[in-house]
């Protein structure tokens, strides 16, 4: 049996400085070797000192409210994602339903969590297997393996996770496999609610701001825990969920294929606390699309439309299509809030734009290359969005969306009536929060036992 590896808590994560030096430094050593797998320390918004965001300027957004972005590119893997799956499998570790050399992890994804996957798994010590779909960008199958994974892709697009639900159901039946799902490990809960908030009120606080909206598209929900944990702080900040137009399945129980990889997969995920969510916003793909080229590609034009030169060259690399959809619904969300000037609009580009070059030329094989007048247009996306496809989470919205929680989890995937009435009453969530202190007590114990 191999050797068993664990990694920060969930307060290192959040905090890099009670990692104890001698490992701190390692994991800075480790940052010119992706593959190390001492860069299991540097899991973590802050690993490389001040949490990485960019702050969008109204010549950009059109709004008086600022509009900042913390970019999860810096994280190991290039994704914010890798965080979830290492808190995942940890805690599987811990509780004794994933040993090193035994099993196979078995990770369910459309594309970032699996990457995630595929480096916390191999640097782990474990053999892994990705299920995500085939139609998502060839940059994400070339990651995964190159990670060291192995790749099964199922039918269909971002939006098709019925389809991985029902390969994992084959998977499941192998006694070496280990299925790590996150759109129902409410490890993944924890570590937004506890890190991403962390980060996300640590930049608003050094720009002197106040949370006016935390903006999270919803792919396994996972992000927009971060909300409740900055309502803690700042309890009239909004928290706002994202969907794509073409699956609007919380809008209107909607379904379809769109091209925004990492969000909208027409069901409503296990760990979304969808009674802490207030607004829905849903955005188009196309949009997201001309958006992302214009933020990577665009420099020239946004700087001549008022956007400082250096600035809109910090972009270069810092977005995806999910990032730059965060973006467009924040200026959405933002408009229909009236926030103001002093109140902060905070969103995440969950990765960069590395696992999107294929995708932009896709793009100018449909539509023709981004003239300068074509760009020009394309900044009227962010600074004249449409008010529509916008929804408040009432009492009787909320309802609905925590009953279609039923059709997946309860009729498909084995979850009991009692286990979703459960998620109605608040405690549930609070004592999903709480558990990080525990499964932290636990690390630090395998920590010690590890090095003594």
Known sequence: MARMIFGPTYAEMRDPSLVPPATRERARAARAQPLDPANVWNIGWKADGAVPHTVLPEALTGLRSPLVVLSGRRFPSGSHKVGPAYSILVEKQLEGGCVPGEHTLVFPSTGNFGIGGAWVASRMGYRSLVVQPEEM?????????????????????ESNVKEIYDKVRELRSAPANRILNQFEEFANYRFHFHCTAAAALEVVAGLGLEVGAFVSAMGSAGTIAAGEAIKRRFPAAATVAVEPVQCPTLYNVGFGAHRIEGIGDKHVTWIHNVWATDLLVCVDDQECL???????????????????????RSWTGVFGISGAGNVLASIKAARHLGL????????????????????????DRERGPMTPGEARRRLTLFREPTSEWLLEGTAAVRRRWHNQKYFTWVEQQGKTVAELRAQE????WVAHQEKAAEVDRRIRERQAAATG
């Open 290 to 312: 001309e958006g992302l080229q214009l933020l990577e590609e665009g420099t020239e034009t946004l700087a001549a439309e008022g956007v400082p030169a250096e600035l809109a």
């Open 340 to 363: 103001g000037p002093q109140q902060a609009i905070v969103t995440v580009a969950t990765d960069g734009f590395d696992r999107y070059p294929s995708v932009l030329r896709r793009l």
């Open 137 to 157: 960008s060839a940059e994400r199958f070339e990651k995964i393996r190159g990670y060291g994974a192995e790749v099964v892709a199922t039918p269909g697009s």
């Open 425 to 428: 009453d608040p405690a549930f």
